[in-house]
């Protein structure tokens, strides 16, 4: 095979063609690192101080350039995005479009940066006409955060053509980072802000200001400024308060949000559900479509239909199955398997002023602002002295030629170079005798004499406060407070802006279990399990099994008649205990599924016992080695597949008989045929073990168990179903752990009190 040669472009070798051998996994990195970066500085993450991604920042800036003030007529949106991209954001114009889009959309954004006029989407889930038809302007919210571009306050860099020049951050009068919020995924992390009250944000400043390291209490909370988030689209917050308080101290945690539900009355005791908020960032169009999916799909039993009712409001009515109804056990069904509820993420991932991506609590975060707020006030108080320098340099001129008006006109009319023989009569600077020989005629008159002294004397007492107030910091955090305080006012919570919209509230306090079955469709069903442990349901209450057919060489093992919101508990000869919803179960159809699809339970292993879960009854277990306990049945729930393991049972030995503790009297029976009674207060309550031992064997293990109360005596069932009293059952009385003697005459060749032996 030739070799392929490779030649080096032109360039030199420090010329862009030439060629570097290094490892392709250094390659790699190096490049994906730089991609890393650039998606998380440049795309992703928000700054902390202004609240803006480079995008939203740019075409804030842009629109500014296009003097599409609030007080301006409105623009074709296709107009900004092309300056935007051509100036600024080199990217496509969708993108630019899209983020435009949503700074406008009051469901999307808590305080809209830009006004837009025209289709620009809804809460269903609609998009934005197209750009050519849309038009857009700024609102105050971002005129605040723009405010003092040309004073000098931030820095300003060449754009990515370096024709123009763009501001780094902007001035940020406005705490947008946690008025609007932000979301982003960038490589290898994310943000996640949800909006809040921008009263509340300035409160909380205000108090920060004077205690910088004030405690998280003190600033969030139901009595503190931050109450919480505060969402475009309203909803319930339904949690508690150490979760949010500890959320907001460390910048990361959540939020449950609900939507906003109130019960309307209509004739002869009927009811219906109205939903008028819905969570944040809840496409409307799909919760409708998800709950009637549901109730087609019979998983909300409860509901009997959906109708969208809204118009510029949302109006969602839920009509329930009948009027007898629980409409928070209805609502709770609704909340659990739609996104009526959803959780609402905070991670305070932003960039800091360095660049530097960081978590900040909500402290850390309006401290920062604060701080970009003194940097802005320092640095617009520096371009205004530079400015007043300048100009009260050009008024002294000014005065000097009031003062020698004649020798000026003389110089002027007969000097050939009147200036340097002005600056040299008169000790003039360039700057002044320039301003001078630029003096109109007209400002020779007396009254503009007048007017310059005057705003000589209004700008050095400016001057004298600016420089005064450069050296007093505390005079400069009151100007800030002075500040934060008009913003406040012009977002005041009497504002229809400026209202709280999300209310915070406590779920209602319901059985789990309850709810669970809100959501199941009550039928009645009868759950058949194999010997193989193949399980299904068959519908009905099935009196006659004898029909049922199952795989060759299997045969009945359970049959447990239940309803489809029941629990059952399946016990495993390993001494686990697994819990099987009736409602999950496959149908009567075939020969059903293999239970041990639904549970983790070994090969090795077997089902020795299934029921129906009443948690007020007492169960007795026993292992073949002859121990056994009392447990409660409310303490033998799993919650996972894996089960959960009630008896210890060694490499041997295995557990074989479950029953329900019944009486006060324990008669048990060994494979030995050896009979033991005994009082079954001997018998230990536990909530895992392996027991006590129950009887003693030489050979072989334990055959049965059964308990009964003495007074009614102890009775055995036959293969026919015939039920025999044992009347001489007080001949076998003795003290647990014996062996027993061996049974009375006519007792079951099975070894066993009743067929099936147990639950």
């Not at 000589?456 to 600016?466: D, N, S, V």
């Not at 599924?593 to 070994?602: T, Y």
């Not at 008896?647 to 045929?673: C, F, P, Q």
Request: charged letters at 30%; proline letters at 6%.
């Amino acid at each position: 095979m030739a070799k392929t040669k490779t030649k080096k472009r032109s360039g030199g070798p420090q010329g862009p063609g030439r060629i570097v051998d290094e490892p392709l996994i250094e390659a790699l990195g190096q490049r994906y690192l730089a991609y890393a970066l650039s998606t998380i500085t440049q795309r992703a993450l928000p700054d902390v101080r202004d609240g803006l991604k480079p995008v939203h920042r740019r075409i804030l800036f842009g629109m500014r350039e296009l003097r599409l003030s609030p007080s301006s007529g409105f623009r074709k949106c296709a107009k900004i995005v092309g300056d935007v991209m051509g100036n600024f954001h080199p990217h496509g114009d969708q993108a630019i479009y899209d983020a435009l889009v949503r700074l406008s959309q009051s469901f999307a954004a808590r305080y809209p940066l830009v006004d837009g006029h025209g289709n620009f989407g809804n809460v269903d889930g609609d998009g934005a006409a197209a750009m050519r038809y849309t038009e857009a302007r700024l609102t105050d919210a971002a005129e605040l955060l723009l405010e003092g571009l040309d004073a000098g306050t931030v820095d300003f860099r060449a754009t990515y053509s370096g024709e123009d020049d763009e501001p780094v951050v902007l001035p940020a009068g406005f705490p947008n980072l946690l008025a609007n919020g932000a979301s982003g995924i960038a490589v290898g992390m994310a943000t996640s802000i949800p909006p809040h009250n921008v009263a509340e944000l300035c409160d909380a400043a205000l108090h920060l200001i004077k205690a910088p390291n004030a405690r998280i209490e003190s600033l969030v909370g139901p009595k503190a400024p931050i109450k919480g988030p505060d969402f475009p689209t309203g909803g319930i917050v339904v949690e508690n308060e150490e979760a949010i308080r500890e959320a907001y101290a460390t910048g990361r945690g959540g939020f449950r949000l609900r939507a906003k539900w109130d019960r309307e009355d209509l004739d002869r005791g009927a009811w219906q559900a109205v939903i008028t908020e819905v969570p944040y960032q809840v496409q409307k169009s799909r919760l409708v479509e998800r709950i009637a999916e549901l109730i087609d799909g019979k998983k909300l039993p409860l509901v009997d239909a959906v109708i969208d009712e809204s118009a510029e409001d949302v109006r969602l009515v839920i009509t329930p199955k009948s009027r007898t109804v629980e409409p928070e056990m209805m609502m709770e069904a609704l909340f659990r398997l739609t996104e009526l509820e959803t959780r609402v993420s905070l991670n305070m991932n932003v960039l800091d002023s360095d660049g530097a991506p960081r978590v900040l609590g909500v402290r850390d975060v309006l401290n920062r602002w604060l701080a970009h707020r003194r940097e802005v006030l320092i640095r617009r108080t520096q371009t205004r002295l530079e400015v007043i320098a300048d100009r009260l340099e050009v008024l002294a001129g000014y005065l000097i030629v009031y003062l020698n008006l004649d020798e000026v006109i003389r110089i002027v009319r007969e000097e050939d170079e009147p200036k340097p023989v002005l600056m040299k009569t008169f000790e003039l600077t360039d700057r002044q005798a320039e301003a001078v020989l630029n003096m109109r005629l007209r400002a020779l008159r007396k009254l503009e004499e007048e007017g310059i002294r005057t705003e000589h004397a209004e700008l050095t007492a400016e001057q004298k406060a600016l420089k005064k107030l450069l050296k007093d910091e505390p005079g400069q955090w009151k100007a800030i407070a002075g500040e934060i305080r008009e913003v406040r006012s012009a977002f005041a919570p009497t504002s229809p802006l400026g209202m709280r919209r999300t209310g915070f509230g406590e779920a209602p306090e319901h059985d789990p279990d309850a709810v669970a079955e809100a959501l199941v469709l009550r039928e009645p069903v009868t759950v058949v399990l194999s010997e193989k442990g193949w399980i299904r349901a068959l519908k009905g209450h099935q009196d006659d099994l004898s029909g049922v057919k199952f795989k060759e060489g299997d045969r009945l093992a359970f049959a447990v008649p239940c309803q489809t919101t029941d629990k059952l508990i399946m016990v495993g000869s390993n001494g686990r205990f697994y819990t099987l919803g009736a409602d999950k179960l496959p149908g009567g159809r075939g020969h059903g599924e293999p239970v041990r699809l639904m549970i983790d339970l070994e090969e090795d292993h077997a089902p020795i016992g299934l029921f129906l879960h009443d948690p007020g009854r007492m169960l007795f277990l026993a292992a073949s080695t002859g121990h056994g306990f009392l447990t409660p049945e409310k303490d033998v729930l799993a919650q996972t597949k894996g089960g959960k393991q009630v008896m210890n049972v060694g490499a041997n030995a295995e557990a074989v008989r479950v029953i329900e503790a019944k009486g006060d009297t324990v008669a048990v029976i060994g494979e030995n045929r050896k009979l033991l009674v005994f009082p079954l207060e001997e018998v230990p309550q536990l909530a895992r073990g392996k027991g006590v031992i129950l009887q003693k064997y030489k050979d072989g293990g334990l055959a049965d168990i059964t308990t009964f109360d003495k007074k009614e005596g102890l009775a055995i069932t036959d293969t026919a179903g015939r039920r025999q009293e044992i009347a001489d059952w007080k001949d076998w009385v003795g003290k647990r752990a014996q062996a027993g003697r061996l049974p009375p005459k006519g007792f079951p060749r099975s070894g066993k009190f009743r067929p099936g032996s147990g639950l």
